[in-house]
């Protein structure tokens, strides 16, 4: 038998849940501020760890240049320096020749650093484009979260990042 008082405090907790609910909604839809800055970046590795034949468990280290286009059009050099990454990586899955990794990314920028983490099933030696999260940053960055998407072609990587601060 449940006492009037447990019942009472349970009567109360769901009444209060049930009242803070709409609140709670209202407030993860109204983004006032909406403070989205789309970020684009080209990056160039130089420092590539990763094994020829890639296996369950092997994890590697890649660091590149990044680039972003010239506010002031330039036809001899179309792309500024924009800052330096690195990646650390892991093999997730080998099927064949598909490859998953989990990968955690830091992009260090003029404004401060976004980290990003992503999940990306390719195959060796082909362009691939996957989604990327923004789980945080430093700097303008320190509260930033979004996502966005990266390409990886060779030695080369494109993203373009919808960061929310």
């Known amino acids: 038998m449940i006492t009037s008082v447990v019942r009472g405090i349970a009567v109360t907790a769901l009444t209060t849940t049930i009242a803070l609910l709409p609140t709670q909604a209202q407030a993860e839809g109204s983004d006032e501020d909406n403070d989205i800055e789309t970020i684009e970046l080209t990056g160039v590795n130089w420092l590539d760890t990763s094994p020829p034949h890639i296996r369950v468990g092997d994890k590697w280290v890649v660091r590149l240049d990044l680039y972003t286009k010239r506010k002031t059009g330039s036809a001899e050099r179309p792309l ?86």
């Open 80 to 165: 500024q320096r924009a800052g330096d990454g690195q990646a650390e990586c892991s093999a997730v899955q080998v099927r064949g020749s598909r490859v998953t990794t989990v990968c955690t990314r830091v992009l260090s920028l003029k404004k401060g650093t976004l980290t990003l983490s992503d999940m990306i099933t390719s195959t060796p030696r082909k362009p691939v484009t996957a989604k990327t999260a923004i789980t945080g940053g430093t700097g303008q960055y320190r509260s930033a979260y979004g996502d966005g998407y990266l390409t990886l072609d060779g030695r080369y990587s494109h993203w373009k990042l919808d960061v929310d601060e």
